[in-house]
């Protein structure tokens, strides 16, 4: 039995084919996995409750599995909803993509992050984020690698700025702009990995041998060495959350 | 400068893909022409006014350029549109996808042609299709291809129903439904070339070694011997009209 | 000299292709070993004595020699067939696909295990099985990752029912059905590892970039993060057995 | 519903893959059309009544659509079946895989074609076929090119013997038969076209870059140049009914 | 011996990848044929004299041994050079890419044609080009596909427009401008053919599944269906000459 | 049995690879045959008598069924051999690779020709070669192209020479020399087509995308646009016959 | 200069393609190295002196670099020369090929192996060969997987004979010998390692997706669960020594 | 806006193809990144500052998330800049491409070392690199693997001579020249890792199946057991760095 509400034959002149839309294009997606970078696109994310954390709907789409050393997931609040704490040892990231969260640590300390905010927590702080209506995080988490007599402090900020480069912080997370036409000068090759999250725009990502069209909501995981290069196409700047492991020896 | 209209990052939670949004995703395209096959899907339809027809888009999906003996067309009638006639000894099927016209042929005789009603106009017939609102159709032409004694007639159906399958005819046509789950038994390797509009549901094509997700709007040419199969998923029937070339010798 | 039993060139309208009968089609095989997935089809099982067991032969499927953290291998049980333990901290999961056999645990309890019939037994927990007649299970193995304060039971189950998804357990067993044409909405990319063997029905199984014809018997290791997908196909049910671990934090 | 009669999960150890039990493996073929050569295998073999011929269908496995300068085909005649006629300037040549029939000339001639006889009617040589009950040929067909002062004539042998490689054949006819273990010396590369059907037994045979592991009731076609070679494994002899186009300048 | 007037391994930290060093990079050219298009860099190109013409340099890029059904080639004009004439019923286009030239047709009209003028001659018109130091021309020919009662004549523009698009003209040529970050809408899948060089920028190209960056002075073939994608970077515009053939029946 | 000639396992270190020892490795070759080249290589090579030849063994390397305009070939000519006369129209090119032969022409001219001697025969030329022991020749032939008012003579050098350049030839014949580490500066796309039969040396050719490992006794087929390029390595010269289509529009 | 005691242009017809000749064919390898397998043919074998044996040099063929678990070497030792010991705790079994070697262990107990002998030398046994003249040793050395209460032996023998299979020892050799057209019935895929010499015969090896013609002299390295199937070809038996492990849980 | 200093299109004429104007070619780039190779090249450098050295920039171009057991890296030092030391237990060879730099120990020792002078500094020896100008090094750094009663000594050389062979060192460095046509005789396959710098010429490199054209500048890393095998060619003599690791048992 087909839909009597369309004409017949509607959708020869109205196909769709959005994430959003699961029943469509059976077996279709834009996801790609191989050796040296992933590209995990909506229609691909699988949701379900984060272990410690309450109201919670998580989607992991790196962890070292893949061969990462971190991992990145969304994280979706909903009404009433509270986050649990890393493992012993473990850094954490947030930046908010949707919606508003309250930040508490263990000294009493609360902020307010709205979209675009941002906040870093090092390994072994107690804290957690409440929400009351709904917000979508994107999160990363990593073992944090020590550095004698370096030692790497909480960070809120509500506006956009960026992490500090001093020797304290093994990771870095830098929003990325670029302007319709812009494109990245060297064809990258280096042993730093990356976590990216397009958060507005669409272009041409070039990984390795492989040229993706991609657009805001798009996630990328590059490998050490993976040779990667970005193209910003369209009518609107692109911009994305880009994370790198940085001052460690590579050794 | 981006929209004010959404949130900031609203993408990244809804992204979309629609063959009708062409600003989406640079580049990105399902359409594949290899040696043996072809898929044309929405995105990549280029269309532009049918010289000799009037106030009627054309966009051509399957030509001789292509490897096929055959055109198939897509043609968009707009208000007060009239369409010309083939080459001499060129015939021409007629299936309408939406709206409705009228067949007039040089004896006067007129039928009004619904969406799934469908004409058989043989060589050097003259006739006319006449259009007042807004009608798509879908056109396939053809040089005939004689055989002594036999004389292919004009039919006109405003009900589905074969094409005859007798010797006059060069070439037929099926309208082929698929219930859910089923597939083609045979995983057909012949002589005869096709053309296929998928009118309705969704499902997998299998061509030669590669397997495409398919759904209402695409449409694919066949060569000669592709190895070629279908399978119809989700809950809603699948149907395409099909394009085969018959009764003559393939020497 | 060539088989007197059959016409000459009875072969021409007869062909076979069992992968029971191993000489037809040398070289022949449907088996895949990818970076990220296996597709391991019966004319490639290599069966051996099992080294704890008595009167039983195993083919293992998948092990962590492929980038697996468990093992799932087929069991073929003889008559008076007794089964060994698996190595220290190892917990252990079977399904029996064909005959009977009697499952003993140290207490003293025990369970005639029919067709259908499965028992997870914790690690540690000495067992055996016995089978008079013949039977053939399909068995999982793993190191279990402990969880403090969290402690899995024994289970035995003779029809079918789910695991627990309780913290303890550190996998999950899903038995899936799916009705012709139907299909995973989602196209899932995640950081679990499945094991799975298809006991009923047919369909196509899309595993990164390819796509497989998969029929009851077929077995399939899906390394994390490969992009995954299954569309039923056929006129009858289909249904699998699918391991996937669970309830531990994958950084 | 699932099948009653067999036990449940019955098909894991009894999977079958035969090319007659079409249900099976959904999409699954070995056939194979490449740019220099194509696989043909029974799975994919669509029949139809050949239009000429009375109580008859036909596969036409090879063409020119393909490449080829000849046609290749099975015919089935049924109870009181009788062929028709080339085209004008047409050779044909056949073959009796299976069954009986009578071959008859303009002039009465009449001959018995057992298994493994085969006639020549050259271009344009009245002539009809009988069959009473079933039988099955293989039929090869070529628009005849001339040669001054050279004039093919009719030849019909109730036993396997090559056909005259005299000037007036412009093709040949070999049954090569190999042993276990034997192999083509030469991996050919050459101008001169191929239709092959393996008769008997089983090997690899190489075409271009693949290799295909192949047995009786396969069909190739070797487009000009293909490098080529075969091995026959196996108990039994490999056999194979090869086409190939010869005496005529290449240029 | 190397070279003295470097320091040693200078050329480590200043190599080089000039298309008009050919000694550089063995074997490197980014020249690509395939079967329904062509990229053809400037390392590439084999210049011999014209035939007809003197003191004239010329270098084929699209020919029809391609599969096109027109030429495209550059003509090095030198000090006192002179043209010769196409083919009978083949009609000429040209474009001054370098330099001056005086055209000069049969009834004595003169035209000087200076950087980014172009002429249009109708077949069997007589002409000729005279250059005094120096130029450098883009030509196209093509045999001219006759449309009853429609005559085409010679057009001369020392200033960019457009070609007529009426139905005498049987190819069209465009100049298309991109800004950076622009793109074609529509992933272009269409029976007409292509010439194409790219007169300033830079971009990326995806043509079929391959994705080509793109700089002044490549030249590209495009086959009809080949599914076609330009994108303009970088800081300045993109510019190109577009061969495309029109007004014809595609049958 | 294996032979008791040599010690037991000597072929291990004592391996061979030779293309005259056609019974080492099965199936191995390194002729390619693609869509725009062929590399044949002598294991592949078929001989079979000239058909207007005496006491002549041929083995066609291209012809037209290949895509090539012209043909070459091997002729082994034995004692008391004669040769036969291309058809009408044909053009013949001849040069001696080893032996000796007498060429005769209608006017009763004789010329021995020895090793790296070559003749140009115009198209209908009567002539006649004749060998008293044994000579191999590599042969062009080609259907000539008329130019109005120009006419090719026969040419016979006894030693290395090259052909005119002249507008009469519509072909030419080059003998390229390369030192070890020479190549070809211009990496070459062009619309002649190349027959190449290398004599002397080794290097490495690259075609299109392909890098072949070539020496002397190879031949190599090259189709027009075919991206093209030739290193020479080694301790001696490579040596190379090409032939090359030139002199006639390529539209 | 090129060699002036053979005929112009003798190569044309006298080509070669010895692994023995490195001067011939530059850069061509059938070596292989592949995710899952690798062939390494004599071409690649790189030999140098093995650092605690005395006038021994040595190729490592398999490694723990390649993702095996154990390395297998050709040793060729020379006059007077002598092994030295394993590291700590490896186990070494040793093949002759060619030549002849005393062996000696700590007891003082010789043997004498000739061509077909071989000796396994337990973990931390001390022991020594001598040769006098000249010798060939296939070499196998693995880190010993104790097992509780089992103890392996030393063995020697001098002909042919099949390792024990009992638990002590943690791999097995085989010798496996195919009369020609005998192939593997079953296409295996397992977790077992392999390491191969074949010693005598040719045939064709399918490991994964990739067919290899192979002979005596080629050595193999199955990776875990590589899909892989021999069949022997020819006139005369194949005979290979294979490694494997086995005997050890593979969890 | 273009730029005003050039005639118009005056780049269709004039393209540039360098590493060193990024904003040539969008996403172009010769290096490659595979599974057991990488190529890298310049224009895929990115230098970041040294961490524990002062005014110098860094790029690592090989480092152990790659495959290896070293690093690989360029150091740029500026005016008045120093070296840090590498982390405990790792051994450094520096290599001087490009100006002039200061070595000293902790005893006090200085050397002045220029372009074409090295140095090995042993594992835990302080010491420090001044540089008053400019100097370009390229640095292998490794965590020693200790061999008993074997140490290794600081050596310091200002020509070109070739580091000990002797067992205390566990890599080695050569410098390796090749006249044009030169070409290893050997196509490599070994378990020792590679790291490759050229210094001057060009030639093509041969890793596993990929055939690159490379010249001064370009870096490669070869994992073990990757097929190699690199040929000169041009006019020059090529030299290359070449890093291998020898001396330590490969199980
Ligand atoms: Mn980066
Ligand atoms: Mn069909
Ligand atoms: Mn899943
Ligand atoms: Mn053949
Ligand atoms: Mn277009
Ligand atoms: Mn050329
Ligand atoms: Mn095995
Ligand atoms: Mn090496």
Redesign the pocket.
């Known amino acids: 039995p087909i839909s009597t509400t369309q004409p017949l034959y509607w959708k020869v002149s109205n196909p769709t084919l959005s994430p959003t839309h699961l029943q469509d294009l059976p077996g279709f997606t834009r996801s790609v996995y191989k050796r040296d970078h992933a590209l995990i696109t909506p229609e691909s994310h699988v949701f379900s409750p984060l272990p410690d954390w309450s109201n919670t709907l998580g989607a992991y789409l790196i962890s070292p599995a893949m061969g990462s050393h971190f991992v990145m997931y969304l994280a979706k609040m909903q009404g009433n909803s509270k986050s649990g704490l890393p493992p012993n040892h473990v850094e954490r990231f947030i930046f908010v993509v949707q919606g508003m969260v309250i930040l508490t640590n263990i000294h009493g300390n609360s902020h307010k992050l709205m979209v675009d905010s941002y906040a870093y927590l090092p390994q072994n702080l107690e804290h957690f984020l409440n929400c009351d209506e709904s917000a979508t995080l994107i999160v990363f988490e990593k073992r944090y690698e020590q550095l004698e007599n370096h030692i790497p402090e909480q960070i809120v900020f509500e506006f956009r700025k960026l992490l500090p480069t001093s020797l304290p912080y093994d990771f870095n997370i830098h929003i990325m702009d670029f302007q319709p036409g812009e494109f990245l000068n060297v064809k990258?090759v280096?042993y730093?990995q990356?976590g990216l999250l397009l958060l507005e725009g669409q272009g041409v990502y070039r990984l390795g041998d492989s040229w993706y069209p991609v657009q805001a909501g798009d996630a990328i995981w590059m490998a050490p060495f993976v040779p990667?290069w970005y193209a910003a196409l369209g009518k609107t700047r692109s911009r994305y959350l880009l994370y790198?492991d940085v001052n460690r020896n590579p050794l």
């Open positions: 990258e280096h730093n990356h990667q790198k």
